[in-house]
């Protein structure tokens, strides 16, 4: 019997208004709707409901270190470095996918739609 079950994503941002329209426009994400006051945490969700809850806190330091938890998704490295990513380490070595950073530094991994 499992003790937990997973809910939603959290990630950290400085800038949590701006972070949460880029992961709206790289994942097809919405913002959930409801007034809340700009300085809350930003809920984003997946319009078909296959993706979880993505939440944007709102933190006043900025990343510093490598995540210990980072997002994998599915899109191609050009699109997303178009989208403002940064390519941290590009696939190879028997390694299929690549590292990338979004605008405040958060790593995630992308995989070729190709190869999903």
């Known amino acids: 019997m499992a003790t937990a079950r997973f809910k939603d994503l959290c990630l950290d941002a400085t800038d949590h208004q701006a972070q949460a329209d880029w992961w709206c426009r ?3 994400y919405v913002r959930r709707a409801g007034d809340r006051p700009p300085a809350d945490p930003v ?3 997946d319009p078909s409901g296959a993706g979880p809850a993505l939440w944007v806190v709102p933190v006043p330091e900025p990343k510093t270190v490598k995540n210990r938890m980072h997002l994998d ?3 191609r490295r ?5 989208a403002g990513a940064t390519l941290l380490r590009a696939r190879g070595e028997g390694r299929p996918w690549d590292v990338l950073a979004d605008p405040e530094g ?3 991994c992308a ?3 190709a190869d999903a």
């Open 26 to 28: 790289v994942l097809g």
């Open 43 to 45: 809920v984003l969700d």
């Open 73 to 75: 998704v599915v899109g």
């Open 78 to 82: 050009e699109d997303l470095l178009a």
């Open 106 to 108: 958060n790593e995630f």
């Open 111 to 113: 995989f070729d739609p």
